[in-house]
Every structure is written in structure tokens, then in C-alpha cells.
């Protein structure tokens, strides 16, 4: 059955997805803010961020152009909860013919440089990923001594995990970091389904993920492509929190691409009510996740 409240978050613009997809899609600090606006506007209750490069469009890391989006966003809304992504930085591309070499495409760096962001704005939430897979022609690495650091790092920073699950191996890693004491519940964790040599996006799937995951948790899934609302409605009915966004699908149905996040927002909340759930809103959210009061990412002084 459907939460009485059920967290959205809008993924407005990830680090895979291109505009040769859809030209709609947010590269800039500017354009990523307005659509962050756009979908709380809608009702999502958190946004989750990564910055590209503004000329290349390409994922980026640059602490300048955190601080320039989450400034953006914070002068116009303060409810919104911010989740800053931290998977930038884990990607290796092996070299044809001498894998030891990382090839162009390659991110791969040390744990601190991938967190050095959310150090100095202290968002509400930042992902944690612990998936090691292929993407593409990428190796995803997320080694577990160094999701440790970073799960250190965070947490004195006094910023809330996001744990992404890409599938079953990552659940057996969360348990191992939650009896080494690395991660704590209670837990927010976020499943991630339909990434190709992932999880599968079906019924099935989600259901087991759920099924093993520890009792003081508050939970999350979603479906990437033409998953993204079947799974949307699929967490709902299990009881779990949703999310949506040009991150996960550029499309608003089947052969149609969306105009912006908050068309994506507008018809994932009317699911979510037509399911028999209703909305949280951020001060909802914060007593659901037990978050600090809202002081909102604060950029340095």
C-alpha cells in the first residue's frame, strides 16, 4: 500500500544523459537551478544535482560550479532539500590493447576528491554509490575502502548518505559496511533499476531488493528509460519513496520527449495521487529522514 507520504525527487540532469537526446536538457548552473525550481515548483521534495561542464556538457567536479547552482537554487527556495551526487570521479575506461591504462573518459580519482564538494557546502543528502560495474565502455569502481572514506567524510560533515543499490552484490556490501559500523542506520537508500548489468527493471527485482533490506531504512526506487514510471508506480505500491527526471528518462510517454523536469514532476505526482499516496513536502521529508533543521547547503563564508 502507498505511504501517506511518499519523498519525490527530481533528478534533473545526471552525467550520462545528452542533449542529442533531448536539447530540453539542463547543462549549465543556470539552466540546471531553473529546472531544479521548475520541478520543486511541481512538488518535488528534494532535487539531486550533479554540474557539467558548461562547454562540453560532460560531467563535471569543479567546486565553483557547485557553488554557483546550489547559490542559485538557495536564493529563491530554502525548503528544498539539495542531494549533491558524489559518483563523479569513478569511472575507468580501460585502454584497448592495455587495460592497465585509462583511456579518455576516464574519472577515476582518490575518495576525498569526490566528496571535496560536499565538504564545503554541506548540502541536506549526497549519494553514496557502491556499485562496481560496467556502463558503457566504462568500468563503474566504487572500492570499499574507499566508499569507507567517503562514508566517513560525509557524515562528519554532518550530511545525510543517499546509499545507491545497482543490485543484489551492493546490498551484500551495505550489510558488511553497516556491521563494521562504516554506514549507520537509520539508512536512506535509493534502488536503482534498469541500468544496463544492473538490477532489472521488473516487479520481481524491485521486490527482492526490498525484501533484503534491513528494517531501520527509509527506501527509494527508480527506473532508468522507458522503466522510469512503471517503476515509479511499482515503488509506490510497495511502500517505497520515488523519484523522476531528465537524469533517468527524456521522455514524458512513448515517443514523446518531455519539455522539462517539471513536466516529468507534474505527471509522477499525479501518479503518486492516483495510487492513493500524497506528496511530502521538505519539512515532511526532513521529520521522515530525520534531518537536521533546514538551514539549507550553506556556501562558505
Not at 248 to 266: F, M, P, S, W, Y
Amino acid at each position: 500500500m502507498p505511504r501517506s507520504k511518499t519523498i519525490l525527487t527530481a533528478a534533473v540532469t545526471g552525467n550520462l544523459t545528452q542533449r542529442s537526446q533531448n536539447p530540453n536538457l539542463p547543462i549549465t548552473p543556470e539552466e540546471i537551478a531553473r529546472a531544479a525550481l521548475g520541478a520543486a515548483a511541481e512538488g518535488a521534495t528534494i532535487v539531486h544535482l550533479h554540474v557539467r561542464d558548461p562547454r562540453s556538457g560532460t560531467g563535471s567536479m569543479r567546486l565553483d560550479l557547485y557553488e554557483e547552482l546550489v547559490g542559485r537554487i538557495r536564493d529563491e527556495n530554502r525548503d528544498v532539500l539539495i542531494n549533491l551526487t558524489t559518483g563523479e570521479g569513478g569511472r575507468f575506461v580501460p585502454t584497448p590493447g592495455d587495460p592497465q591504462r585509462a583511456a579518455p573518459g576516464s574519472t577515476l580519482c582518490a575518495p576525498e576528491l569526490r566528496v571535496a564538494h560536499v565538504e564545503a557546502l554541506r548540502p541536506d543528502i549526497c549519494t553514496l554509490d557502491l556499485n562496481t560495474m560496467w556502463s558503457g565502455r566504462a568500468s563503474v569502481i566504487n572500492a570499499p575502502d574507499n566508499v569507507r572514506i567517503m562514508a566517513r567524510r560525509i557524515y562528519a560533515s554532518g550530511v545525510t548518505p543517499e546509499i545507491e543499490i545497482f543490485d543484489s552484490g551492493d546490498l551484500h556490501l551495505m550489510h558488511h559496511l553497516i556491521d563494521s559500523g562504516d554506514l549507520r542506520l537509520p539508512l536512506m537508500i535509493q534502488l536503482v533499476l534498469g541500468v544496463r548489468f544492473g538490477a532489472m527493471a521488473t516487479p520481481q527485482t524491485m521486490a527482492y531488493l526490498v525484501s533484503m533490506l534491513p528494517d531501520d531504512v527509509v527506501w527509494a526506487a527508480f527506473g532508468v528509460g522507458r522503466a522510469a514510471f512503471p517503476m515509479l508506480a511499482q515503488s509506490v505500491l510497495l511502500g517505497g519513496h520515488v523519484r523522476i527526471g531528465m537524469e533517468d528518462t527524456v521522455h514524458i510517454a512513448k515517443g514523446e520527449l518531455c519539455r522539462d523536469n517539471a513536466q516529468l514532476v507534474a505527471k509522477a505526482v499525479a501518479l503518486v495521487r492516483d495510487l492513493g499516496g500524497d506528496i511530502a513536502s521538505p519539512e515532511d521529508a526532513r521529520a521522515i529522514l530525520k534531518l537536521r533543521d533546514p538551514a539549507g547547503a550553506r556556501l562558505p563564508a
